[in-house]
């Protein structure tokens, strides 16, 4: 049996936790409030200082700087008065971790797929424009574990007015996929481990997880989830 001690984490926001060591560890994005360059830098120092051997990183919709493509328009918004270098600080970050976008790594033996990408919302970063159904296809099959910033429909996506807004077509083509886990954050007060329902083959049910750090508030709530994922050699 092959095994893997993996710890994630989300939305930290400028904040820094203690994280439990383990193999891997997964940052699922918003590790910035705003995407300034210094609170990039200094989540690069943390995530450097981190004893996992392997680290994986999907930015959120609030690591703007990091939304290449989409920066130049998101800057006027943001960072007006700033004159930061987004190819310089992903740069930075890509030495330090797997940073995932729209794409995967394997890890002994073990396929981790990443996407920041969610529905739109209040115009931030790595939004999917258009459908999603067409977006969620370049999830790789074989994926071990499905890490995006938002949530999937139903699992983790329940806001504090009581709706879920979680991605209808994100869910659907997970549960094509059948990864072992799918973790998640974004919206914070969805935090929690989700079994997948009505799983037909228990032993091959998809665990949800949103590990959101933070409550609505923003306030340091909750701790980094611990997943062993497992395979038969
Ligand atoms: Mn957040």
Known sequence: ????????????????????HGDVLIHCGDFTNWGHDY???????WLKAQPHKHKIVVPGNHD???D????????NKFHRY??????????DLKECCHLLINSSVTIEGFKF???????????????????SQQFWEQIEEGSDVIITHGPPYYYGDKTYNGLRVGDKYLVEKVQ??????????????GFGVYEED???LVDNSITFVNCSIMDNQFKIQNKPYVYYLQKDE
Not at 113 to 127: H, K, R, V
Request: hydrophobic letters at 35%; proline letters at 5%; glycine letters at 8%.
């Open 1 to 20: 049996m092959k095994q893997l001690k993996v710890v994630c984490l989300s939305d930290t926001h400028s904040k820094f936790v203690d994280v439990q």
């Open 39 to 45: 609170e990039i830098k200094d989540f690069i120092s």
């Open 64 to 66: 703007i700087t990091l």
């Open 68 to 75: 290449i493509e989409k920066y130049p328009q998101l800057k």
């Open 82 to 91: 700033s004159n930061y270098n987004p190819e310089k600080l992903l740069q």
């Open 113 to 131: 797929w990443g996407s920041p990408y969610t529905l739109e919302y209040c115009d931030w970063a790595f939004q999917i424009t258009g459908s």
């Open 176 to 189: 094509k996929i059948r990864p072992k886990i799918h973790v998640f954050g974004g919206i914070h007060e």
């Open 198 to 200: 009505g799983g037909y």
